[in-house]
């Protein structure tokens, strides 16, 4: 493991996406840091439709600060994650982070943070808490502050277990990274869920090695929520993010089945207990999604291998519940389809 440089770059990566109303207050925030080294700021704008980009434009000329501000312009709108692989490869610095363009940082967030991987070079990463506030309000929550004592030392498998068992801790923007942790890319076409997945990669690729994360409870990253945020827009419901998160799961189960079988007890019994309780939320909401039939083949697959298990009565029931409104409203969807075809056959 590399000792680090006195005081080394680091690089902040920010995919940019019409976030006009928010962005200048998010450069602000990352150009008012009082860490002491270089910084390098790279914003990736992945085909913003709103004035996002001569916003940035305006900021960077007329800034005149010690961070590095460059914007990169994606040439077709790719999606977060290849937005991210861009930034990272675009970056020079021996450290990175990223930021989301909606969120705003505190001025001490990364000073404080490199202490933690400056004291401790076995370490690849520190990660802090979360301050999430609506974007028309105060702040109304604090995540992750009160799971760890300050500089507890999680090995990689074990955050590999806390990963797959609980769906948490795996937030991408309240961290600071040895460059060395990315070993593997985001990957391509997956917008939903990719930090879930970027973690495990890059956790997995680190087993055997004799490196470490470290935690601090305090908070630096105010999480803003609102109309435009991930979770709630009209495109991509909560109930589809859901969805979406459970295919993420697919793709880890698969992975894992031979070579972890540990992690894939642990994930399998994370998927039952997701798809059963959300599936339940999103018949008694009457939310209708768009399922590709791949994915409900994929999701099946694990009802089947989850009914063969040893798990409750009350959780398998769950499964064949959800399953049959899943499986029944993709049923309904293609006959309607077919119905349609039909009638219009008939007019001709």
């Known amino acids: 493991m590399k000792q680090l440089l006195q005081y080394p770059t680091i690089s902040v990566i ?10 200048i207050r998010c450069l602000e925030s990352i150009a008012a840091q009082t860490y002491q ?8 704008d992945d085909c913003s439709t709103d004035q996002s980009p001569q916003l940035i434009e305006q900021f960077i000329s007329s800034y005149q600060g010690r961070v590095a501000f460059r914007l990169i312009r994606l040439d077709h709108n790719q999606g977060q994650s290849a937005a991210r692989n861009v930034g990272f490869r675009a970056s020079k610095g021996e450290m990175f982070t990223f930021v989301d363009s909606d969120d705003w940082i505190e001025p001490n967030m990364y000073e404080e943070l490199y202490q933690y991987l400056s004291n401790d070079p076995k370490a690849l990463f520190v990660t802090s808490g979360i301050i999430a506030e609506l974007s028309e309000g105060p702040e109304y929550g604090h995540a992750n502050t009160d799971k760890y004592e300050e500089g507890s030392i999680i090995e990689p498998y074990h955050f590999l277990e806390l990963l797959l068992a609980t769906g948490t801790n795996y937030a991408l923007w309240n961290k600071l990274y040895r460059k060395e942790f990315c070993v593997i890319p985001f990957r391509d076409g997956i917008n939903i869920a990719e930090d879930f997945l970027f973690f495990y990669d890059n956790c997995k690729a680190q087993l055997g090695k004799d490196v470490h994360f470290i ?6 990253y105010h999480y803003i929520i609102h109309s435009g945020s991930t979770m709630n827009q009209d495109s991509q419901s909560p109930k589809q993010w859901y969805i979406d998160f459970l295919l993420a799961m697919t793709y880890v189960l698969d992975d894992c089945h031979n070579t972890y079988p540990d992690l894939y007890d642990i994930q399998l019994k994370r998927f039952a207990s997701v798809y059963g309780f959300y599936f339940y939320d999103i018949v008694n909401n009457k939310v209708l999604t768009t399922f590709r039939k791949e994915t409900l083949n994929k999701l099946n697959k694990y009802v089947r291998v989850i009914d063969k298990q040893r798990f409750s009565i009350m959780t398998r029931i769950d499964m064949h519940v959800a399953s049959y409104f899943l499986n029944g409203y993709y049923l309904a969807r293609y006959t309607a389809t077919f119905r349609k075809r ?3 056959s008939f007019r001709r």
């Open 37 to 44: 080294g270089d910084m390098e700021c790279i914003l990736v």
């Open 14 to 23: 920010v995919p940019v996406y019409n976030v006009q109303d928010y962005i």
């Open 342 to 344: 039909i009638k219009l």
């Open 215 to 220: 935690t601090t409870p305090k908070s630096y």
